[in-house]
């Protein structure tokens, strides 16, 4: 179950997210949601958990790049069903639970430097 959070600071995000370029017209925003396990979720976090289970068996490649993100591989692979499904509620036309792989996120060490690496290509794109 997903909630929709109305922040005032994020309008302010959302309206620099909107501008135009000489080749395009940028339209972004920027939304908060909390997030709640519902039992639809539950399903698709166990049938996430499964899946990735079987490929965990197969293939050691995938396992290797859990453990070097995440101590724990059952850990890991949680983080993996939250990401998904926090995805899957922000986009409901879109289901990626069989687009993305562990190996297509990565863990970021600073909140500072993920902000500032948005920051600068967000920035590049303003006119």
């Known amino acids: 179950m997903t909630q929709y959070l109305p922040v005032r600071d994020f309008e302010e995000v959302t309206s620099a997210l909107n501008f135009d370029t000489p080749d395009a017209h940028i339209v972004g925003g920027c ?23 079987k490929q965990h068996k197969v293939n050691k490649e995938i396992s290797e790049t859990l453990a070097k993100s995440h101590n724990n591989p059952h850990h890991a692979r949680r983080t993996f069903a939250y990401l998904i499904a926090t995805l ?23 909140v500072r430097h993920a902000m500032n690496a948005l920051d600068t290509t967000l920035y590049s794109l303003r006119p």
């Open 31 to 53: 939304d908060l949601y909390t997030t709640k396990a519902a039992g639809c979720d539950k399903k698709l976090y166990k049938a996430i958990d499964e899946r990735l289970e």
């Open 88 to 110: 899957n509620a922000s986009h409901p036309d879109y289901d990626f639970s069989y687009l993305l792989r562990p190996s297509d996120f990565r863990r970021e060490k600073s």
